[in-house]
């Protein structure tokens, strides 16, 4: 089973993306913190064509915005300038926009 369960921070605005086929990807980068660590890890995420995820994501999200990802770690090798390079990243069955961090600010304020 390949199964991965994330909740982060958007590290940039959503880009749509055109895929083979003329399928719109849309990609986001995400940061993750863990209580018992100083630093974030970062995750690619791709959306696929699924219902209307792709445009939602585009639209909606923005950098700073705090989401949960569900999905599989898809994981691709290649070379580049005779180096192995590898690219992981999260290809995204679920997407949940969680609150906003404007909003979360003005909600720990009150």
């Known amino acids: 089973m390949n199964k991965i369960f994330l909740i982060g921070r958007l590290v940039a605005n959503p880009e749509l ?4 086929d003329n399928v719109d990807v849309c990609t986001f980068a995400i940061a993750v913190n863990y209580k018992d660590a100083g630093k974030p890890s970062y995750f690619n995420i791709s959306v696929w064509p699924k ?48 609150s906003p961090k404007k909003a979360e600010k003005k909600e720990q304020a009150k």
């Open 17 to 20: 993306k055109n895929a083979f």
């Open 51 to 98: 219902g209307d995820l792709v445009p939602t994501c585009y639209k909606y999200l923005q950098k700073g915005a705090r989401v949960f990802v569900s999905g599989r770690l898809i994981i691709n090798e290649y070379l580049k300038d005779d180096i192995k390079k590898i690219n992981v990243e999260v290809r995204a069955d679920e997407v949940a926009f969680l």
